[in-house]
């Protein structure tokens, strides 16, 4: 499966939110609308997210790859919230530091095995400085996934 | 052959892409041989981590366990990467 598959204009959201609770509802609300999630999903987005924090800090801001178990998904889907005020997340990992969003790829996913490239693009992309720039600077859904789409591309030839 | 165990939150994402770049690497290292990886999500794993040489977590572990237990999150940053290699490495030729 490729990135491709996963986003589209409809699942990115330009959100002015306080806070991780504000947030997590208000992706998860738009994608249990959609069926792409069940309603338990958000739940234990909030439940993970306290026991397995998932900012990630990167070269110029934070960003987070918020996901739960995929017994609460129905259909395979990546979510792009970018954040007009960057909101607290903890770090991903062994330390305790907190980091500041702007970026959020939410994911529902199901099978592992058909992520990997889907899930390294978006990693490569986050470890990309130009595209963290063009991507904040996006005024349109439509100018986000195209940039997304323009720097995977980019980035996945570079893997190879 | 040392075990590798690769864990995350849920064992579905962020430990898939850290277990596709282990796995490149080892391959580059010529090290494929040497190590089996499995990956998996912490919750199933913590009361059996003596099972594996190796531990590579993208999550918080519990302090009882840190020892054992290598920080994966610079396979998704890009930072401390080489580090994390090392620690690794030093296992497998341990």
Redesign the interface.
């Known amino acids: 499966m490729e990135l491709k598959n996963v986003i589209s204009e409809e699942l990115v959201f330009f959100l002015d939110v306080q806070d991780t609770e504000e947030l997590f509802e208000s992706i998860a609300t738009r994608l249990q609308g959609k069926g792409i999630v069940k309603s338990s999903y958000l739940p234990a987005l909030k439940q993970r997210e306290k026991e397995f924090p998932t900012g990630l800090a990167t070269e110029l801001f934070g960003v987070a790859l918020p996901h739960t178990d995929a017994e609460h998904v129905n259909e395979e889907a990546i979510s792009i919230g970018v954040l007009k005020q960057p909101v607290t997340f903890r770090h991903m990992g062994m330390g305790a530091q907190e980091v500041e969003v702007k970026l959020v790829f939410m994911l529902a996913l199901q099978k592992p095995e058909n992520q990997l490239e889907v899930l390294q693009t978006v990693t490569s992309l986050i470890q990309n400085k130009a595209f963290m720039e063009a991507v904040t600077k996006c005024a349109s859904e439509k100018e986000v996934i195209d940039t997304v789409l323009n720097y995977a591309e980019v980035s996945v030839s570079n893997n190879k | 052959m040392k075990k590798l165990l690769i864990m995350?939150?849920?064992?579905?994402?962020?430990?898939?892409?850290v277990t596709?770049?282990v796995r490149d690497w080892l391959k580059e290292n010529n090290l494929e041989d040497k190590v089996h990886l499995y990956?998996s999500k912490?919750t199933d794993e913590l009361n059996r981590l003596d099972e594996y040489d190796i531990v590579v977590?993208?999550?918080?572990?519990p302090d009882n366990v840190?020892d054992k237990?290598i920080?994966?999150?610079p396979?998704?940053?890009?930072?401390g990467t080489e580090e994390m290699y090392g620690k690794i490495l030093e296992i497998i030729n341990s």
Not at chain 2, 8 to 17: H, L, P
């Open positions: 995350c939150g849920t064992g579905i994402a962020t430990s898939t892409v596709g770049k990956q912490i977590s993208t999550t918080l572990v840190k237990v920080d994966g999150v396979l998704l940053t890009g930072f």
